[in-house]
């Protein structure tokens, strides 16, 4: 099972401010098959990023995607208020498909 | 559109049964694989199950193997799990999700979610 490992656990930070986002995988990722989703209280996920680097219709363009391999970023160029949520990576390279744990980004 | 609308959630025993539904809009239903991901109350994403376009594959996590069954029709465009067996653990939020195309099981639209909560 390919692990995922996502850091830190909960990013504190002010509205304006840059966002990096974490998720390492214990086994490198075929063709980037790395997946982000986003998801407020009470909400669904909703779908980020896809191929590691591809956002999806409609995404801001304010989120990016970047990494291979084992190692990949999720970075919000400048938080707005409505980014404030959970971030979880997924890895659907290799079976079974594998979510990481999540990332909270709070509000300073 | 895409709309997905889940269904069958509820209160049930150990040991219980249940049936969940999901019925999509908006694309054509028989063209796309579909998933099941569940979250238990706090914590994160499971992924649970998965099935192929035309219901020949059926995938699922270890967790639930024996206990759950996964199927669609097609005519109804309306996807089904059947879960047996039903364990303290299996408390969760479940969300059917419609894969971004085959061979990329990536989860481009989710449904609000139905609960299920197995207690005595």
């Known amino acids: 099972e390919n692990v995922l490992t996502q850091s830190p656990g909960t990013l504190s930070l002010s509205p304006g401010e840059r966002a990096t986002l974490s998720c390492r995988a214990s086994?490198?990722?075929?063709?980037?098959?790395l997946a982000w989703y986003q998801q407020r209280p009470g909400q669904a996920p909703r779908f980020l990023i896809y191929g590691a680097t591809s956002r999806a219709t409609g995404v801001p363009d304010r989120f990016s995607g970047s990494g291979s391999g084992t190692d990949f970023t999720l970075t919000i160029s400048r938080v707005e208020p409505e980014d404030f949520a959970v971030y979880y990576c997924?890895?659907?390279?290799?079976?079974?498909?594998?979510f990481g744990q999540g990332t909270r980004l709070e509000i300073k | 559109e895409v709309q997905l609308l889940e269904s069958g959630g509820g209160l049930v025993q150990p040991g219980g049964s249940l049936r969940l539904s999901c019925v999509a809009s908006?694309?054509?239903?028989?063209?796309?694989?579909m998933t099941w991901v569940r979250q238990a109350p706090g914590k994160g994403l499971e992924w649970v199950s998965a099935?192929?376009?035309?219901?020949?594959?059926?995938y699922y996590a270890d967790s639930v193997k024996g206990r759950f069954t996964l199927s669609r029709d097609n005519s109804r465009n309306t996807l089904y799990l059947q879960m047996n067996s039903l364990r303290a653990e299996d408390t969760a939020a479940y969300y059917c999700a419609k894969n971004l195309r085959d061979g990329a099981a990536a989860y481009e639209y989710w449904g609000q979610g139905t609960l299920v909560n197995v207690c005595s």
């Open positions: 099935i192929s376009g035309d219901g020949a594959y059926i």
């Open positions: 086994q490198s990722l075929s063709s980037s098959y």
């Open positions: 908006g694309f054509t239903f028989s063209t796309y694989a």
């Open positions: 997924q890895q659907y390279g290799s079976s079974p498909i594998t």
